[in-house]
């Protein structure tokens, strides 16, 4: 506001401009976009930017062809406002305003829902989608409202959850078919670990790497409540990698620390599958 004001007292600014704040509370809440809200918003942005430089005034930027799920195929067009609108009586005047979008009752979605909502009302028929992917299976799903969704597809799936929950009693265990699992959920499944070479061939060995050092005064006082094997363990205090020992042999790590240079001395012991060592994976990631 300062800037087109000064902008104003020097002439080279004669317009108007009035700000509209918003609260962007929910949206910050929300999950991560997906690789298709991330392409459409881009696309959007670009598309509403070209329309401005082109003077054309009236028009909301949209997006065609959404239903392809190759952006490259999309269609960027302009939608003039008139062809949105309805008159609604406000204030007891007939104002012209953007039409509100209601359910399709004819439409295939509702189509959809209609062909199977009885069964739904009983039956254990969710999906869960997982977390949001950016690449693998299911990172480029569109959803139903640009793309229909297949009746056959769902009346199937409906069908064999309800067979299955017929064929077992209320107190087994929960157990999930997989026709009933997401794209994602089901390529999990199937999806076999990869394990390092010098895991597999037996082949390695521990070396200690650098020191860990808690951020805050608070972290370390409350490790050393909460965890007292931990605090003044040296071997605690150290980051230790597993590696290959043909690639790594001793005195591969240079360090003015003594007592990182002690465990490494410790360490050199290749370990193999007689040596009595335990080793935790932890799994990290969505």
């Known amino acids: 506001m300062r800037e087109l004001e000064n902008r104003k007292k020097i002439g080279t600014y004669k317009g108007t401009f009035r700000p509209q ?6 949206e910050g ?15 959007i942005g670009m598309n509403a930017a070209f329309l401005m430089l082109k003077k054309m005034t009236g028009y909301m930027a949209c997006i065609k062809n959404l239903g392809n799920s190759d952006p490259n195929k999309w269609i960027a067009a302009g939608c003039p406002l008139p062809s949105m609108m309805g008159l609604e009586r406000r204030a007891g ?5 953007i039409t509100k979008s209601l359910v399709k009752l004819d439409g295939a979605m509702f189509k959809c829902f209609e062909a199977v909502r009885r069964k739904w009302a009983y039956l254990d028929c969710y999906q869960s989608p997982g ?5 693998g299976p299911g990172s480029d799903q569109l959803n139903y409202m640009v793309r229909d969704p297949d ?25 999930r078919q997989e026709s009933s699992l997401s794209v994602f959920s089901r390529a999990r499944i199937r999806a076999e670990v990869t ?10 060995r521990m070396c200690a790497s650098k020191k860990y050092s ?23 205090s150290y980051f230790v990698e597993i590696q290959d020992r043909i690639l790594t042999e001793q005195g591969d790590y240079q360090s003015h620390d003594p007592l990182l240079e002690k465990l490494n001395a410790k360490f050199a012991v290749p370990l193999n599958r007689n040596h009595a060592s335990k080793i935790a994976v932890v799994v990290l990631g969505n």
Do not use: W
């Open 131 to 135: 977390p949001i992917q950016f690449a």
């Open 21 to 26: 704040s918003h609260y962007f509370g929910y």
């Open 195 to 204: 394990m390092p070479n010098c895991l597999t061939k037996a082949n390695f």
């Open 29 to 43: 809440r929300c999950a991560l976009p997906s690789n298709f809200d991330s392409s459409y918003c881009y696309a």
């Open 93 to 97: 005047k007939d104002k012209p305003v």
């Open 214 to 236: 808690p951020y805050s005064q608070l972290v370390e006082s409350k490790i050393a409540e909460q965890f007292k094997n931990l605090d003044g363990n040296e071997l605690s």
């Open 151 to 175: 009746v056959d597809t769902f009346i199937y799936a409906t069908e064999v959850q309800e067979k299955y929950e017929q064929r077992h009693k209320a107190n087994d265990v929960l157990f």
